[in-house]
């Protein structure tokens, strides 16, 4: 079975400053990995994913995120955050193969201070 | 286009009532998902349907949750004597096929309160 580990429940940061915010997953099998952006009000959308190739993606408002095989971890970086990045964040880990479903971490919580 | 939408957005009610949830996907989304999303709890995983045919139910908290989809279209999650553990959102899902890379599209959720 799948799990995903974010280890950060809150990150405060202030505006322009980088963040980081990490990402563990288990799986027996190669996987799909995701980050799912909650803004406040607002549901669940795609922020970015990793499904083959280069280890690193991007999205489109400067977010990326380093798929690293040997470390299982999917961590997401923003070198600048703005106040708009204040949103619940959710890595997510799908099978390449078997189950169909999509596993969720707990969510971070990222609030930028002026 | 529209997105995926639920209905009622916000549901109050009393112990041991049953209440349904439902949901719209995306047209010609073939795979529909129900997740629920508790306070500090993240997103838990409760049911997928690829058309009509719901092959793993193992996510359902108990018997007392059930889901159905029909026309390859709506579905409805139904919750049967509510508890106060119940009470959280509940959120839909649907993707173009059932893949593991095909992107979920969320709904806004139903926020279930149960007095």
């Known amino acids: 079975a799948q799990s995903v580990t974010q280890l950060d429940s809150q990150v405060p940061v202030f505006e322009e400053a980088p963040v980081e915010l990490r990402c563990n997953y288990s799986?027996?099998?190669?996987?799909?990995l995701f980050w799912y952006v909650q803004y406040p009000n607002q549901g669940l959308q795609l922020l970015l994913k990793?499904?083959?190739?280069?280890?690193l993606v991007e999205s489109i408002n400067g977010f990326e995120a380093e798929f690293n095989k040997s470390q299982t971890s999917f961590h997401l970086r923003k070198p600048s955050v703005h106040i708009s990045d204040t949103a619940e964040y959710f890595c997510?880990?799908?099978?390449?193969?078997?189950?169909?479903?999509?596993?969720f971490g707990q969510g971070t919580r990222l609030t930028i201070n002026p | 286009g529209a997105g995926v939408s639920q209905s009622p957005s916000n549901k109050v009610t009393e112990k041991g009532k049953d209440v349904e949830l439902r949901c719209d996907p995306i047209?010609?989304?073939?795979?529909l998902y129900w997740y629920r999303q508790s306070l500090g709890q993240g997103l838990e995983f409760l049911i997928y349907f690829q058309g009509n045919s719901a092959p793993d139910k193992s996510g359902l908290p108990s018997d007392r949750f059930s889901a159905e989809r029909t026309g390859g279209s709506v579905s409805t999650l139904t919750i049967q004597r509510t508890q106060q553990e119940d009470s959280a959102v509940y959120l839909c899902?649907?993707?173009?096929?059932?893949?593991?890379?095909?992107?979920?599209?969320f709904g806004n959720g139903t926020r279930l309160t149960v007095t």
């Open positions: 997510a880990v799908s099978d390449r193969e078997g189950a169909q479903k999509l596993v």
């Open positions: 799986s027996s099998v190669s996987v799909y």
């Open positions: 990793y499904l083959s190739g280069s280890t």
């Open positions: 899902a649907s993707s173009l096929v059932l893949l593991g890379n095909s992107p979920l599209h």
């Open positions: 047209s010609g989304h073939t795979a």
